[in-house]
């Protein structure tokens, strides 16, 4: 039995030594988009909205969504909601073809997109991040439309790859 445990010891002992070589990390998600909304829906009572939508180029989606219910003095209440999601290849490919053919880089904004099937007025702000350069655009939540196609396709597909990722409740749909 010494002599078995001996041969053990020896043979572990003459293994030969590995050593790992250090691996270099993966590259840091950088910034795609961040999305702010406020808007304000007058329907039964008052509802007032505040979200925030975050996505990575690792397709990391990060949402805050805050919303006031104001139906009355007794009844008035915030409900927040976060998460963070891993979007899916084809809604964040989507999203990346909807922002490259409508030109995301050369809008303006400074004009409203309009919601028919409801009141609500506010804003909605885009940033976008292309490596070290950056830029955006803020438009008006109402009644009638005045921006161009582009930048209304623009919104509307951030409202679909928000839902497609799993996000509750964010943004809305504008008129097309």
């Not at 975050?54 to 219910?69: K, Q």
């Not at 506010?122 to 950056?134: A, E, H, V």
């Not at 803020?138 to 509307?156: F, K």
Request: hydrophobic share 40%; aromatic share 10%.
């Amino acid at each position: 039995m010494l002599r078995k445990s001996l041969a053990i010891a020896v043979a572990v002992i003459s293994l030969p030594t590995v050593t790992w070589a250090a691996q270099p990390s993966p590259p840091a998600p950088t910034a795609l988009l961040r999305i702010h909304t406020t808007f304000s829906v007058f329907a039964h009572g008052s509802d007032q909205r505040d979200e925030e939508l975050f996505v990575t180029s690792s397709r990391l989606v990060t949402s805050v969504v805050s919303t006031f219910h104001g139906y009355s003095e007794l009844t008035s209440y915030w409900f927040a909601d976060t998460s963070i999601h891993l979007a899916k290849q084809r809604p964040f490919a989507t999203l990346r073809l909807a922002l490259d053919a409508n030109d995301v880089q050369g809008q303006s904004g400074d004009c409203t997109v309009g919601v028919s099937y409801a009141p609500i007025v506010g804003t909605y702000d885009l940033t976008w991040y292309d490596g070290p350069r950056r830029g955006g655009f803020s438009v008006q939540i109402g009644r009638d439309t005045t921006c161009p196609a582009e930048v209304v396709r623009i919104v509307n597909s951030i409202y679909a790859f928000a839902a497609a990722s799993g996000v509750q409740g964010f943004g809305i749909r504008v008129d097309e």
